[in-house]
């Protein structure tokens, strides 16, 4: 795929530039920086001090409150009270979770929302050496701490004066910090995120890849934009499709645009091969997203993905009453006590449906059928659905706590260290009834476990145009083909309609009696003329 000529050059431009130029502040010199510090909320004095609307604006964002209501739903969303097949709630674990918060201090539903201060500047803005340790709630520490209590395990302090003098632009391992730890560990929840795209290879994401590689050197915040603070693309609303050209400076007829989609830069016909070629790839993407060919394959980067938890199996104990866990021949965590049990996998080809950009979520508010799968999420759109494009997901399944009587899932009280929490005492009903009353929901005492099924939409570790999906991939037989027997469209190569297949026969058999007929006459004339210059 070839960017539009002016983008190129824009984008060229601002990559290209050094570090140093792209920033008017040493902020090493600043008297303010020079410390000490002793909390998160110091360094954020200073920096509102001349940064005097940063915080008001972090605060307007879902990276502040967690929070969300889709438009297009009405669903009030947000990682404060959703859902998942992962770690399954955050309401009750607060002091576990919110290590991944853009503020200090969230234990638990008393956090001040609208104190400035507890805006965490250094979390998005350091250049290295911090760190928010799972169970201080977002804090930073800054002494040396026993962590959990009791434990044995410390903790080092941060030199969060070191940390303020080195502020600069968002770099990907700050995204990543969060994005790709989610749901407990590396790459677990996304499949396409990972820390694998620090050091990305061409091979793993052509746009992560350092120039020095043959990438386009892209950091996150290359695509997902930020205008005062907030950042472009979303998995809760998302553009399935945008069927406009290239965002050019100053063009506002298609705006408000999703600045993290491909064709905001590319195009929705992309594809600048020869003339028959272009035509039939440029028509893909009336039913394709271009992640379905550039996005082969997920958790390519040498770190395994989730793709399955099942809950129902947490709290075996070995012999002397102590957690466990077993690794398979790779080395990753397949059952643990706390957890249950894992399927991983890497290098994972998609699942493909119909996608309009609309999710649906299951909340915990809402009644399961616990007879069959429950959808956590759901991906709409149909063949029909001009907004609708084919995309690539990732299909995790898990298995998880829900109330017998109620018939809704339950959001159970797990990484907090006391006497409820089920990491720490491996006992269900207290663990269920601790994070229904922090959840405001009923609980009946009597719980199972039904089967649930996530989606999460592939749209990062992009293949150079070489090592795209091949076309027979898809133009294959259903039992074979990426598509599988996916309605809606018509795939040559494995739909069959008796009649097409005949005109294409007949095609295919006057194209070659065209060529036998033209060589029949090619050779009669040069008989004749053979013929003739015998008798001349």
């Known amino acids: 795929m070839k960017l539009h000529p002016r983008l190129l050059v824009v984008l060229a431009l601002l990559v290209a530039l050094p570090a140093a130029a792209k920033t008017t502040a040493d902020h090493s010199k600043f008297k303010e920086l020079q410390g000490p510090f002793a909390s998160g909320e110091e360094v954020t004095k200073v920096c509102l001090a001349c940064h005097t609307e940063a915080g008001r604006q972090v605060m307007g964002t879902r990276h502040w409150t967690w929070e969300y209501t889709n438009p297009q739903t009405g669903q009030k969303l947000g990682k404060k009270t959703m859902l998942n097949g992962f770690c399954i709630g955050d309401q009750s674990n607060e002091p576990f979770c919110q290590s991944c918060h853009v503020g200090y201090g969230w234990k638990d539903k008393n956090f001040d929302f609208k104190a400035e201060t507890r805006v965490d500047c250094l979390v998005c803005h350091h250049s290295g050496g911090y760190r928010k340790p799972a169970g201080m709630a977002g804090e930073v520490p800054t002494q040396r701490t026993e962590l959990p209590p ?159 938890w099942d809950w129902s199996t947490a709290g075996r104990l070995s012999p002397e009453g102590k957690p466990i866990q077993k690794k398979d021949a790779h080395g990753h965590v397949i059952y643990d006590s706390k957890k249950g049990d894992f399927t991983l996998a890497e290098n994972v080809r998609p699942e493909y449906l119909w996608f309009n950009g609309t999710v649906s979520y299951t909340t915990q508010d809402m009644l399961i059928d616990p007879t069959k799968p429950v959808p956590i999420n759901t991906f709409h759109g149909s063949p029909d659905d001009p907004l609708a494009r084919i995309w690539p997901v990732k299909r995790f399944i898990g298995k998880q706590p829900y109330d017998v009587e109620h018939k809704r899932l339950l959001v159970p009280h797990t990484a907090v260290p006391d006497d409820t929490a089920f990491w720490f005492n491996f006992d269900w009903t207290k663990a269920l009834t601790a994070g229904a009353q922090a959840t405001g929901m009923p609980y009946s005492g009597k719980h199972d476990f039904v089967r649930t099924e996530m989606l999460w939409p592939i749209t990062h570790m992009v293949a150079p145009k070489e090592k795209t999906a091949r076309c027979d991939s898809c133009h294959a037989d259903a039992a074979t083909s990426r598509l599988g027997s996916l309605a809606g469209v018509y795939v040559p190569g494995r739909d069959r309609q008796p009649w097409i297949d005949r005109l294409g026969w007949l095609a295919a058999a006057a194209a070659l009696a065209g060529v036998l007929a033209h060589a029949a006459v090619r050779m009669l004339a040069r008989r004749r003329t053979t013929i003739g210059s015998h008798h001349g």
């Open 150 to 308: 009791g434990s044995g395990r410390f903790v080092e302090p941060v030199d969060l004066a070191k940390v303020a003098q080195g502020v600069g632009r968002t770099r990907t391992e700050n995204c990543g910090s969060c994005h790709y730890f989610g749901g407990g560990g590396d790459g677990v929840k996304h499949g396409d995120l990972d820390s694998s795209l620090d050091k990305a290879s061409r091979e793993l994401d052509v746009h992560m890849a350092d120039k020095s590689v043959g990438g386009a050197g892209f950091s996150c915040s290359t695509c997902h934009e930020s205008d005062g603070h907030q950042i472009a693309g979303s998995r809760i609303t998302m553009t399935a499709a945008d069927p406009h050209g290239p965002r050019l400076r100053g063009d506002t007829a298609h705006e408000p645009r999703n600045a993290a989609t491909c064709q905001s830069c590319h195009g929705d016909k992309p594809h600048k091969q020869g003339a028959l070629a272009v035509e039939l790839l440029n028509n893909h993407t009336d039913k394709l997203a271009c992640q379905a060919c550039h996005v082969p394959e997920f958790a390519r980067g040498g770190v395994a993905t989730k793709m399955a």
